[in-house]
């Protein structure tokens, strides 16, 4: 089946660095990859749609100059935060969508990178 | 009020129950419902989805949407620990793009 690949797995950073994570999609083409942010018992809140060869839509609050949004393969999407503050500590995932022989476009999932903002 | 709403438990049930996970929504629009699973520190894996109203059956899993009273749910027959876990339902307008989620609903499993 598909596979979405994230790395890093957990970061650890101090305050006012920035921190990048990877979104590849190992064994298909992912046009269209999407990132999700997770705080402790709630929803995931989608952040924004990555487009290959443009730019970024971001959802309603979240700021573009905070997470930068980089899909600059069909295989790869890259979420960075700047000058990362501890309210930015979450779980933050990624997700891209599949073709599966079904013919339905499926969302695949990362297995999620923890960041923790001292 | 929240577009997706999920009772987050944790609900506890002895092994060979069957579960009734739930979901209620806002948004009449949405058309495609989806439940996905996501074990602890993993990303969400998708189970099952459907489109607007029905059933679908999937091996000890059942999804059934009903529309008119904006409430999903997922039935879980003879249910195993390996069935441990968070249940997210998601929803969304037009297929698996900008899908809206419950804040989950954690399942325990005993022995």
């Known amino acids: 089946g598909a596979v979405v690949s994230q790395h890093p797995s957990r970061v650890i950073c101090k305050s006012g660095t920035s921190v990048k994570i990877e979104c590849r999609s190992l064994?298909?083409?992912?046009?269209?990859m999407f990132w999700y942010r997770q705080f402790p018992k709630k929803s995931l809140m989608l952040m924004a749609t990555?487009?290959?060869?443009?730019?970024?839509?971001?959802e309603q609050g979240v700021e573009k100059d905070k997470f930068l949004i980089n899909h600059a393969s069909l295989t790869l999407s890259t979420l960075t935060v700047t000058s990362a503050h501890p309210e930015d500590s979450s779980f933050y995932i990624c997700?891209?969508?599949?073709?599966?022989?079904?013919?339905?476009?499926?969302?695949?999932f990362g297995a999620g990178s923890r960041l923790t903002v001292l | 009020q929240k577009e997706v709403e999920q009772d987050p438990g944790p609900l506890s049930v002895p092994e060979g129950a069957i579960v009734s996970l739930n979901c209620t929504y806002s948004?009449?629009?949405?058309?495609?419902f989806m439940w996905y699973r996501q074990y602890s520190r993993k990303g969400p894996e998708l189970l099952m989805y459907?489109?607007?109203?029905g059933n679908k059956e999937d091996g000890r899993f059942t999804a059934q949407v009903d529309k008119s009273s904006k409430y999903i749910s997922l039935f879980i027959r003879d249910s195993q620990p390996s069935d441990s876990a968070t249940y997210l339902c998601?929803?969304?307008?037009?297929?698996?793009?900008?899908?809206?989620f419950g804040t989950g609903t954690r399942l325990l499993v005993s022995p």
């Open positions: 997700s891209a969508r599949d073709n599966p022989s079904s013919g339905a476009n499926v969302l695949t």
């Open positions: 064994d298909f083409q992912a046009t269209t």
């Open positions: 990555s487009n290959e060869g443009s730019k970024a839509t971001y």
């Open positions: 948004n009449s629009a949405f058309q495609y």
């Open positions: 459907t489109y607007s109203s």
């Open positions: 998601a929803m969304s307008l037009t297929g698996f793009q900008k899908l809206v």
